[in-house]
């Protein structure tokens, strides 16, 4: 059974800090990776997105994806109070039958503290 | 990315009904899904939900609860059938955009509340 585990937190970092969250998953088949942020009663919003080994960076998001140790994280730079939300990881195989299906963790809340 | 609109935004529903949620699209997809987000769960995908086939249901989901229709590529429903109250939750639409098969992002509608008394 296909599984992605996140912390679920709530993580408390002070504003302007980086924000850490982690993720790892257990199916070693998943290629695809991604980070979604869910406001309270909102739905979930695509932020990353990263399909190879190393770092990826939008901004003050970073992406980071070791495929060997089967994690990947999420680095919020100069972290905001508006950056207050549920942090999802979801993971996909990158071909074949149902490649398109995301697996989803349970979500990491976090709370920037003004 | 495409604008996703969900009808209706939430409804509270007795027992023994059925509810259909509409999803639209702005824009043709090439692929649309239908997730679920119990209270203080994450997501968990019902189906994806076919143009012009029967809709590919998940482990533990079945057409006869969850009947799905997508007869074009900008629009699909999902019916909550013969519900409960086990059935309240956020139900999701999402589509997959753009042409390239390798890339698998995809992007959330607003949801839909279910309340079943």
């Known amino acids: 059974q296909k599984e992605v585990e996140q912390n679920s937190g709530p993580l408390s970092v002070p504003e302007g800090a980086i924000a850490s969250l982690n993720c790892t998953y257990s199916d070693r088949v998943s290629q695809s990776f991604f980070w979604y942020r869910q406001y309270s009663g909102k739905s979930p919003e695509l932020i990353m997105s990263?399909?190879?080994?190393g770092d990826k960076e939008d901004g003050r998001f970073t992406a980071q994806l070791n495929k060997a140790s089967q994690y990947v994280s999420l680095l919020i730079r100069d972290s905001q109070p508006s950056d207050s939300a549920t942090y999802l990881c979801a993971v996909a195989p990158n071909s074949g039958a149902g490649s398109y299906q995301l697996t989803f963790g349970k979500g990491t809340k976090l709370s920037v503290i003004p | 990315s495409a604008v996703i609109s969900q009808k209706p935004s939430r409804d509270i529903c007795q027992r023994g009904t059925s509810l259909t949620i509409q999803c639209q699209v702005d824009?043709?997809?090439?692929?649309m899904f239908w997730y679920r987000q119990q209270p203080g769960q994450s997501l968990t995908l019902i189906a994806t939900?076919?143009?012009?086939?029967?809709?590919?249901?998940e482990s533990g989901f079945v057409i006869d609860k969850f009947p799905i229709s997508r007869p074009n590529l900008t629009f699909s429903t999902l019916t909550v059938s013969n519900m409960s109250p086990e059935d309240s939750s956020i139900y999701l639409c999402?589509?997959?955009?753009?042409?390239?098969?390798?890339?698998?992002?995809?992007?959330f509608g607003p949801g839909t509340r279910l309340t079943v008394t």
């Open positions: 939900a076919n143009q012009g086939s029967e809709a590919t249901y």
């Open positions: 990263i399909y190879s080994n």
């Open positions: 824009s043709q997809v090439t692929m």
């Open positions: 999402s589509v997959k955009t753009g042409t390239s098969g390798w890339a698998r992002e995809q992007y």
